[in-house]
Nanobody, 120 residues
Framework: QVQLVESGGGLVQPGGSLRLSCTAS????????MGWYRQAPGKQRELVAI???????NYADSVKGRFTISRDNAKNTVYLQMNSLRPEDTAVYYC??????????????WGQGTQVTVSS
């Protein structure tokens, strides 16, 4: 059984910062790409940032220069440092991991989501 557990969401004022963390645990054989997605009320879930197993990154245009994704492979953990937050960044943020479990079966796994609210 594989689980992804997120932490670090909350309420922050515009211009502020937050750091999200997501740790994968369970019977994991290997980790591939890890990423963060978000879903605002009434909108579709969208990619925020993604990082490959070797550290290559890709960002949504709306967060480039403000958000930084990183990972600690030894801890099966991915981070999202969010700076200069804007009200339009308000959403539920979901962690995603593409991995192979102990049976060598590959698949996508999701965290439960963490709320980020940017408001004065």
């Amino acid at each position: 059984q594989v689980q992804l557990v997120e932490s670090g969401g909350g309420l922050v004022q515009p211009g502020g910062s937050l750091r999200l963390s997501c740790t994968a645990s369970g019977n994991i054989f290997s980790m591939n790409a890890m990423g963060w997605y978000r879903q605002a009320p009434g909108k579709q879930r969208e990619l925020v940032a993604i990082i490959t197993s070797v550290g290559s990154t890709n960002y949504a245009d709306s967060v480039k220069g403000r958000f930084t994704i990183s990972r600690d492979n030894a801890k099966n953990t991915v981070y999202l440092q969010m700076n200069s937050l804007r009200p339009e960044d308000t959403a539920v943020y979901y962690c995603n991991a593409n991995l192979r479990d102990f049976r060598r079966v590959g698949g996508d796994y999701w965290g439960q989501g963490t709320q980020v609210t940017v408001s004065s």
